[in-house]
């Protein structure tokens, strides 16, 4: 339920076409439903502006299928991440219209579209392995209604590939990087663009990579202005504040 | 030197204004001037829409107040950031209108007003103790011409203290959230709030605080969507950031 | 062999009502039996209050079978903590009393029933994800016969999904909170309840959790007072201590 | 301000003794006070039974005796820990009653005496060297009302010297075991009593010591139930909460 | 091929009782035989007094079963450590003789009888799960002449069965001490003993044990005089060692 | 496309042997072909020498093979690291003549014989366990035209075994040194040989070793002048390099 | 009060020449002197054949001449480590025979010589800047009565330094191997000899050695077998345990 | 003494121009002159081409003076680093023609001219802060002979900068790239070269940066093929195998 929906409910509830019990009523999942193993948080979208995801990893498929019921039967869209197929599977029959992203392992099951037009996201990789962490970015910022471009595999140990995109990234309102091993990727992209830089290193390398650290502590340290960082693999992450600060 | 200088020097030489010769002659700094020692990127003004600011730890004092020269010369702002009292006291004898915050460790030399007026940045630290880093951040929001207002020792500790200021941080359109030993702060802030969150840890704390990376961890680890963490104690960093969000 | 038996015994011996021999016999078993892999610690009882606890990772179904009897043997309760489904199959055909719950994989055996009325003990998560953990501070608290009132999934992310349990929270004697990803849970309860707070990191996260480093540091870092840290995981640590408080 | 004092002041409005504008004018530095660069949480003492300590470190003498003013003009107790000779002298000159433990560091003004009576808690450390430590656990909670009782240098490396002492400790309510190096006092005096160890590691020790990190893993990984652990080298943490347990 | 076995064919060949080109042909794989994937080193014998450890781990069956050959033909001992099954079938096949303790995961094939009689080793661990660790330090003593005396299961948490077996440790010539989660058992077995107290970490715990570093850290800061550290879970090492010492 | 390859078709535009659409043509993949998750850097050949190699881990078998064509086709030789055999298997389908080496885990498909002349490079391991990233430095070196010699299983615990092979070793133009557990070798080696080393710190070994973490600080260490050091297990790296200086 | 004095007061009791409460008197120091701070360990002698050893690091002036006083006027022998200058002046004062090493920082008091005939301990450093620490071994050594030879500045990156003094270092019992920076030392000594080498890391060197890290993972990493590690910097720790090893 | 002069020395011998005993006398400071606290190694300038250099860190100001004469009083050149002023002064006193280099910290005394004219090595660096360690470098490098050409302050944070000295970085032989932060810029260059690319990473930066082992582990997991690593901070590293590749 976001602000306009609760805004129109006090207005009628004013103007006399709802009643106060009614009112009460659809408003008494606020601020969360008790699942017992979850407490569903509905007030999110008033506070945050999007219903809250369902983060699947740990999650029995029950759980995410519990949750899904409890979000998307409020008339909210479903966006889950680091699903399994099988949780696809079981969500799915539930709700045909779900849809699952093998690479990003995100569903989405949409209620009522949405749509940002005020420029869009572009998502750049340093190889082809950090393609998953950037999917997940892609389809999370999508589920919140931004148009994104990605441009993959333009690591900078050659460099003129990155060049040869540089108009796409430059033309956008908010850049998502997403890099492994060293992570070099943030920073030369920071200093290129005048646009906020969400970095998100990722796990892909090896030995002294220690499973993302070093990408973490190069995007940390980055020279460049304008850029922040999230967690590691945490492709959600960067969608869902690309998506905030391309609402601006 | 920013697009609007350039495009209106471009119209005068076509104009006639100005022949191409001195047109030439006022680009030539660009894209840097090469110092020896340092190379100023006057090019970044046109690129990121700030002149370099100067990161003064492990300069010399002629070095920096050879880059500030370099720097206001050209008509543009001066930030210098991790400054010494003796480095103000140099640059001071040149730039009478050179202003130090002793806390921040900030000398700004101000050559023309810049004011944006979309908004306030919100800058709220869990203790006393975090508040060299958030004058850090309050000075470079400010210096590029945002308004910023602040919620000082707020931390979770008496969380009261956080909602008795939650109008202000609510209403702010970037929060940057400044913190030490745990770093807690962030995550609530961030579940509170429908804005973009830039967290910074600080390296206040002791024992298993461990320099800060404590809080580091803590801030990456965010539960809460919508934030980003910078390096350790890099109030700079964020005040940029939240400075290229603002704008939008 | 609590005190109380003990004593018992002594006066026993005392009247003439049990022989030097007998009474040798019975004790004979102290301070602990050896079974070559194992010196089960009977005189824990009588040091600590309840019997060793066993502590079944990495030790093969037969050590676990082996040491159930030799405790259970002895009329003392038996709690036995990461169980696999396997080790309790194996003790259920011995002791059909035998009770197993998954999530915490924890086998227990009642012989005698243990009550505290003191009050009870509330054990908080900041996550579904965190259950497995909570539970087996659960079963352990129970097992010593307190009372366990739960509160799970409340994390800081929808902090009113906190405040919406804070009398149950409030209400209790001892808190044990259970978090993983950033922690930040233990610090805010800490700062809302006046009695201990007993923490416990878990390994619920990904990337820069670093296995439940993350929380373990914010943990330690806690700004609030009354807080202390058990180590990654333990549960059953958590539900000790707290009973062992909750008996003062 | 206490939860009694709270009762009085309602009573006496309600017999008419104190007048509601009164009544008012006294609680309204609640929750907290606004000093600008702290927030002074004068809600503390309602919510967790004392009023807030002033940790000293990184404030300015200033700062501290600003705190300190607040705080003791409501009739509160004073607890500065971290503190300087410097800021005890600046103290001092205002607050002739209060005291300094040089090598706790901590700060004392007493304005109404507390006492439990409950029974003892033990401070025992390794090494002479964890004395600093174990004299601000022991000054905070002697401050908070309890009597304690130290046994200093009782390390492992001699462990008759611990069992010498084992009578005081065993008697204690509470324990709180000191130690820096390897940090395995902890393990053996939680193997040894029946009542909750509090594990404070130090930063004593040099080399594979790592600042405290070999003892706070030590602790965190006792094999003694009933142990916990917070930050190392928090002597005040280990103090506050040892008056918790035994107040209850 | 030994010190003794080496004069024995200088004072042959001195005799006259074996030609120069027959001593030749015996000492010619000295220093080494090329296998190609391996140097074995049979010096090592002359050099340390025993023929190389066979380390299989990340070695091939093949590779394994090859090099035992080549140290058994010369009618020496064999000593193969983190062996698996598959590799004890195989060399079994070639040497009946073979004995495989598969808890310690060694082969050993005994082609001389060596006995040392000095006194014997004290093997003693914390705990039942240390005890794959403790065999591999067994058997490799064994293996090179000594006699071995063990004491499983005596940790810190329950010190009266460390103290029950007090006369076994006292006695013995060295004592190896096999822990892990706190690893506390090296610095109490080494301030009760007057003899070299060699360390072995294990991996053996959970969360902030993180794989032996707990232990080792402790183990390293023993604040006990006499006590030295090998590598996490090297059994073999220490049994090694203790043996080298145990021949003075 | 190399260097003489580019001038020679320059040469023929020059003198009308080639059409400018024809050379346009053949250049048109020129910088990268964007195969959309992968862009296939074939410029660089012309900056560095050699076409891009596969780093195969993390891709899928799909992938591999598309690069691989994408490469051969060009008439450019392939060398595909971290490749699996089913990876070989389904390149081996489209190129007879591809080749697997199953230790190195590389594929190399050859369609013009390169031939460095200027001597030969050394690779040398500690132990045989190595032998697996020693064998990837080798095919890589190889594949780039060099001559290797290779001495395994020359560890610094029997130094005779390397001084054996000294004249081999100081006979090189490059010393490849390959080395787990505590990574002596690469300072021996340094000491001994005037040309440059290149260290390969390998994952073998166990316990403090830490996934390599100990053999690569050792070898970052060095005392020895002229040694450098690639990361954990990259034989690649160091095989690609170690051409790149025999070249010079 | 070692073994033999033991003996001795138990005969003389026996025969009458000395009273029982002489004799009590004696040993009523027996187990340990409570100085109050400090709880001096006087039956360590008896237990590990040596008076307490004193660190004197993080003690005071004061305590340090304390406790010099009552082991030496128990006619003990003193060995001080870790000292400042200015605790030997005031040592000095009250006993004129007490020796200063400056270097490695100890001071002893010679209360009656100690004498091992047995064979000599060899301590062989890496490099010059390692003496600090060897100095302290060989002293520790010195006074508890052994032979000590020094082979300073013979690290592998010039081999031959070390093989000219093979004799030395293969003629001794036990050999002490200090060494920095990359601590290949132990190794390559390790592989050596027949003797059992205690590994001393050092905190020399800089960058990627982090304080000593770096050369005690080498050490306890080492392909060598008979190699056994104590903390970094440690000097005290092996001269201490080479000399009980020594003794056997 | 290098390898013509020896042919020289031994020619002469042979020629009856130096008797033997002088030729002895010349050669018997081979292989190293002992100086007690030091061994300087004079053959390494046989084994390795140039004569051992000082690492003056915690040597004392005798030591360094000491072992230069020992060096040059041979004839040969002497390099010292990490020299302070203090010990330049000294050094100064007996070798008028020694220089020093502040920034780099080196003192040089030049006893025979070297040169090589293969080619120049870049040095790079990331920004001004990384000046010192990239004069050592430079310092290193002259002094054995090369031709340096510097491109100082060209990070990716402002890539024009360093795509501006393409030329220079291009055309070099060998490539020292320094830098601290993230250290992007060794991954960069080496995406630009086809030479050598000596990555050095420095602990200029704060935070996140951990001393450097944010740029360390960046430059081990470039993604650029060419690129190898030398200690942080060492600039001497670096030079000395620079120089070592340009002689090939």
């Given at each position: 339920m976001d602000k306009n929906k609760l805004s129109d409910?006090?207005?009628?509830?004013?103007?006399?076409?709802?009643?106060?019990?009614?009112?009460?009523?659809?408003?008494?999942?606020?601020?969360?439903?008790?699942?017992?193993?979850?407490?569903?948080?509905?007030?999110?979208?008033?506070?945050?502006?999007?219903?809250?995801?369902?983060?699947?990893?740990?999650?029995?498929?029950?759980?995410?299928?519990a949750i899904c019921e409890n979000i998307a039967h409020k008339g909210n869209n479903v966006l889950a991440t680091r699903a399994t197929p099988k949780m696809y599977a079981a969500v799915k029959e539930i709700f045909v219209e779900a849809q699952y992203n093998e690479m990003a392992?995100?569903?989405?099951?949409?209620?009522?579209?949405?749509?940002e037009d005020k420029g869009y996201i572009a998502v750049v990789t340093g190889g082809t392995s950090d393609m998953a962490v950037a999917e997940e970015a892609t389809e999370t910022a999508k589920a919140l209604g931004n148009e994104v471009r990605t441009v993959y595999d333009a690591g900078v140990a050659g460099i003129h590939r990155l060049f040869a995109n540089l108009e796409t990234i430059q033309g956008a309102r908010v850049v998502i990087a997403v890099a492994g091993m060293e992570g070099a990727l943030a920073s030369v992209v920071g200093?290129?663009?005048?646009?906020?830089?969400?970095?998100?290193?990722t796990s892909v390398g090896y030995g002294a990579n220690f499973n993302g650290l070093s990408a973490l502590l190069t995007m940390l340290n980055s020279c460049s202005s304008g850029v922040s960082v999230v967690n590691i693999d945490n492709g959600f992450g960067a969608g869902y504040l690309a998506s905030m600060i391309n609402r601006m």
């Open positions: 409910l006090f207005n009628k509830v004013k103007a006399g076409e709802v009643s106060v019990d009614d009112a009460v009523d659809r408003l008494k999942g606020l601020p969360f439903d008790d699942l017992g193993f979850a407490k569903v948080d509905n007030h999110r979208k008033l506070r945050q502006g999007y219903p809250e995801v369902i983060f699947c990893q740990s999650k029995t498929v029950d759980q995410v299928v392992r995100t569903i989405t099951i949409t209620k009522e579209e949405v749509k200093g290129l663009v005048d646009k906020p830089v969400i970095a998100v290193p």
